[in-house]
């Protein structure tokens, strides 16, 4: 029932290939200018508009913000004991989870939320053995709380011995554990590490004999950011973010596939061991370690306002009758009562139980993730009006998921957006024209997601580009949040994320830098600006031709292009072979008129024709031969990773996908095997129409493919008197720009320029260099109003330039 753009994105980007740098020329104009208009200050910028959205996708929480070394600590993951080794020296002992929905129900668990155990029949000697989230990072001197809950049945009683070993087998610490009890019993003690490994294991080993029930076993480091329970590095990491909204818990998390898997803020505070673990949308089991308290609690740590997104009743899959929808009402308000309400509330004395007796003060709230439609409206109607009537100072945030509901009005929306590189630059633009009586926006996640590589600078161009957007408008514009934020590299679940990790280490993607860059130089006005003469960046208005199958086998003849004039730019019957096109992958044979690609492989590609080729049309006839996919057209084509495709039969053959590099549209539909097919695409300035057998399929229109290489925002910092300037060029080479600052009255002539770039749009932070593309600090002297700077080809600088004040 969801309107699934984003998802719809990763399948495609996954089934049909990515695509990783730009394809844009400039255009020559005269000498650049950016004028400010120092004397005529704007709008104040929301202190909120630059933030971050966080959500337990690619492990990010469990495996490791959560900083719980052991996997599957509770053995709720699975009926069988997933993520545990367990090693049975004689053969003669048994490990085994029990659940007790299933399985004893009248002995019962640890708690009554605790739903699984762990049962070893023990007859001499044994060993578990866990290696957390692909290994776990323990540093010499550091010390570790080992916690485990057991329960004796049938005279179990010898001790547990408990160590942490290397990947190559050195003991790093040990400690043992006995003195069992009949009924549950929590053990702990303290591991001090006397070496460092960040793929190290715990081993629990004993020889006795009896039954022995073990959960909850935990290995946690001691260490943790601002003694709050997060991995430090990350938290610091996140932290010198300087965000200033921070947009919890998701996203599809939010919302979850169906309602078992939704995020239910209240079966996740409290005591660990009696919080609901739940399958997360993103492909795990969540521990819940990090809940609603925790995300306050964080918000709080970073000085950044928290907002949380609760479920509105809709689920990927389901809704809740409007007539039970009692409970996801309370729930909100509830969710309220516990951040904010006084300390003898209901909620506020959970709250102050948990740790936290002040309230959190938390003043935004979401009322679903990407809902939208008649049901979305209706539930966002029975939600907000509650919370109105109890909490008229919440600001409460809408959903634009098609269109925004309008009873109540909301007091934001929040548009996601996910796309290229090109895509962010050219409508870097998009709010200087939007209706100022239209409700305020919360941009709620954005992120340059494809053409990017793995996150390269090219990426962060187009969302510094964006940016520059977002701030000239905050008087619309009032948040924003990049999403998502963190990825353990050994689960990639979600194809971009800023800040990469794995057990021991982590890089942030050169965009991470762009929004630190953004986030500590904000400022609290809003400076007009204006740019003259810069040269206008053209996308995708040239180039070749290409042919692709991707997991399938296909055939090509009777190939014609015609340019618009009716020349023929090129022809092939294929009766020569194609030995001068370029090709990515596959087994391509030319024989008997036909091109054929016979290999079953992702992304098997051939390219030809001219790179100066603008527009034109194309003719060939196609036919499927086996495999997953169908037929790819690509057209122009600047290199073979840049250009515009069309796709027959891609998503395992269940559609068609259209895209012209900023738009993708994508429709149900399929082709036949060993059918052939006539197919043409017509690619004429910002239009392109694709044909099977003579009838129009697809139309894809982007009106305007040109777009200023120099984005531009200004602002005036009221603390530190400077002012500040925010450019990106886009352009591919360095661009000389005089800066008039007009109307300045006290500029000392003295600042400084923070730059990101580097020596290609294509290069990316990695493990081993994370710090590549990163801002370099450099002084600028200047006299008068007025200073000349060349910004380089694909740059962000970041302009403070001191008054006297
Ligand atoms: O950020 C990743 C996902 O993208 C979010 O969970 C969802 O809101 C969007 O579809």
Redo the contacts with the bound molecule.
Sequence with gaps: MKK????HLVTSLLLCGLSTVLNAQTTKAGKAKITVEVNTPGHRIPSTLFGS?F?D?NHSTDGRLYPELIRNRSFEDSDTLENWKFINQNDASKASVINVDTLYPQVGGLNVFNRKYLSIEAKGEFKLENYGFWGMNIVKGNSYTFKLATRRVEGFNTPLKVSIVSAAGIELANAEVKGFDEGWKYYTVSLTATGSDPKAHIEISAKGNGRLHMDMISLMPDQTWKNHGLRTDLAEAFNAMQTKVFRFP?????EGDSFKQMHNWKKTIGNIDTRTSSWN??GYNATQGLGYHEYLQLAEDLGAEPLFCINVGMSHRDFVPMDQMGQWVQDALDAIEYANGAENSVWGSIRAKNGHPKPFNMKYIEIG??NGGDQYAERWKLIANAIRTKYPDITLIANSWGAYPKDPMPDLIDE?Y?DNPEWFILNADKYDNYDRKSPKIFVG?Y?VTSKTGKGNLRGAIGEAAWMTGLERNSDVVNMSAY??LFCNVNHRA?PINLINFDSQHWYGLPGYYAQQLFAQNQGTVSLPVKVAGAPLLAFYEKGGLGFGTSNNSAEFKDLKVLASDGRVLFQSDFTKNIDDWQKTAGEWEVKDGVLRQSATTVNASVFFGDKSWTDYTVTFKGRKISGENGIQIYFRNQNKEDQMRWEIGCNKNTGFTLDNGFSKQIIPGSIETDRWYDIKVEVKGGTIKAYLDGKLIQEISTPNLKTNSICVSAANDELSGDIILKVVNAAPGNLKTEINLSGAEKLTGKGKAIVLTSATPLDENTMEQPTKVSPKTENVKFSGTTLTRSFPGNSLTILRLETQH
């Design positions: 699934d753009i984003n998802k959205f959500e996708i998701g996203g599809c998390w939010v949308f993103w993730n990407e996601h996910y996640e992120a999403a998502p979600w």
